[in-house]
């Protein structure tokens, strides 16, 4: 209701080879509807819930799509964790209240002991072959020295960061796979009061390597679909999507390549893990998550500390 992501995620969940068979709703009319709402690209309505537990129970699912608001994430997340279900949870991890690092630490740590496959939902990193194919004298075998970022946010407030920051920290991880990452030199710049208008600059280093120059501005846009750009050491590839059809294409001036939808392709890799896991073979590791909600801390304290209106 709030980010319309759940019939894309069902979709590409679908197209994927992942029967969808349920679906939890707050109350019994939000949860129909949800379901009604599936029936376009599912072919049939999935069951329809209000109670997690009888769900859990009577469906007896592989896996949990958590696609709910941010602050709702936990509650789930624990609750798959005691029913032993892996979990697709869409970002953040989890957000709200105090020590969200160390809270996301027992998390993964929990699923990682009980063998549990926990995929979060950032899909940005899947846009770095296009990135690399628009750009073919970037070098990809070497971190960048200097990384930008432009998203363009519905939210305001703190929420922004919760709603839009995974996205950069995660391509960074990627560009960097290190679990030692931290954030120094950090420095936030709103536009006026709005923070929907928000710029946020830092150093990531790893160890004793040289830090990267990272720039993420966060701009409000009220048209859709909205402005979104990656640049590595100058070199920028814009996000543009055409309609009617939902394709996506990165371009730099006059030069463009084809971006295989991002959430496709990385749905797409959540039912290849899961296939895998439920096949007995070994879990991928869910502690990049955890070191992503410690970055993500970091941000969001420094923006409490300089006290911005909502």
Known sequence: M???????????????????GAVLGTGPESARAAADDLVAVLGEAPRAYTDLDRLLRDEAPDALAILSPSRTHEGYLRAALEAGVHVL?????????????????????????????????????????????LHPDAARDAPPERFWMLLSPVSAGIEVLGDSFPHPLSLLQALVPRADLRLESLRLDGSGSDTRDLGVRF????????????????????????????????????????????????????????????????????????????????????????????????????????????
């Open 89 to 133: 949870c869409e970002k953040p991890l989890i957000w709200g209240g105090a020590e969200l690092a160390a809270r996301a630490r027992r998390i993964t740590a929990g699923f990682r002991e009980r063998g549990l496959l926990l995929f979060e939902n950032c899909q940005w990193p899947c846009a770095l072959d296009a990135f690399f194919a």
């Open 203 to 310: 150093e990531l280093r790893a160890g004793t390597a040289r830090p990267i120059e990272c720039h993420v501005e966060l701009r409000h846009a009220a048209e859709s679909p909205r402005p979104a750009a990656i640049g590595l050491d100058g070199r920028v590839a814009q996000r543009r999507i055409s309609m009617p059809d939902y394709s996506f294409e990165l371009v730099d001036g006059e030069r463009s390549v084809a971006l295989p939808d991002p959430l496709t392709t990385h749905l797409r890799d959540f039912a290849g893990q899961l296939g895998r896991v439920l096949a007995g073979e070994p879990v991928p590791d869910p502690r990049p998550s955890a070191t992503r909600m410690a970055l993500l801390e970091q941000v969001a304290g420094a923006f409490e500390r300089q006290r911005w209106p909502a």
């Open 2 to 20: 709030r980010q319309g992501l759940g019939p894309f995620v069902a979709r590409d969940l679908a197209a994927a080879g992942i029967e969808v």
